[in-house]
């Protein structure tokens, strides 16, 4: 079965870090680019990072940028979100996804995690 598995979620303090994992089924890696999204209590969700299947591009909404890595392990199937600098505004549950190579902010999304918590608090 096809699937994405994200963990590394929690509780942090702003100014902290947190890296969130992905698994997904080989299948899902190599054919599709792979990022994440956030939702916000009481907002839609938004795109946050991508990354291409060779690793060698990647995307970020500007409120990420510099503060936020995105990474893949080809050979473990499995994207990172690497978040530093955290801020009480990047509380939200995060999704990983998978979405058409073609778009780098993942217009079209294939699969998507369960999501997976992270709370900064000030």
């Known amino acids: 079965q096809e699937q994405l598995v994200e963990s590394g979620g929690g509780l942090v303090q702003a100014g902290g870090s947190l890296r969130l994992s992905c698994a997904a089924s080989g299948r899902i890696f190599s054919s599709y680019r792979m990022g994440w999204f956030r939702q916000a209590p009481g907002k839609d969700r938004e795109f946050v990072a991508s990354i291409s299947l060779s690793g060698g591009s990647t995307a970020y909404t500007d409120s990420v940028k510099g503060r936020f890595t995105v990474s893949r392990d080809n050979a473990k199937s499995t994207v990172y979100l690497q978040m530093n600098s955290l801020k009480p505004e990047d509380t939200a549950v995060y999704y990983c996804?998978?979405?058409?190579?073609?778009?780098?902010?993942?217009?079209?999304?294939?699969?998507w995690g369960k999501g997976t918590l992270v709370t900064v608090s000030s």
């Open positions: 996804a998978a979405g058409n190579p073609t778009y780098e902010r993942l217009w079209f999304v294939s699969y």
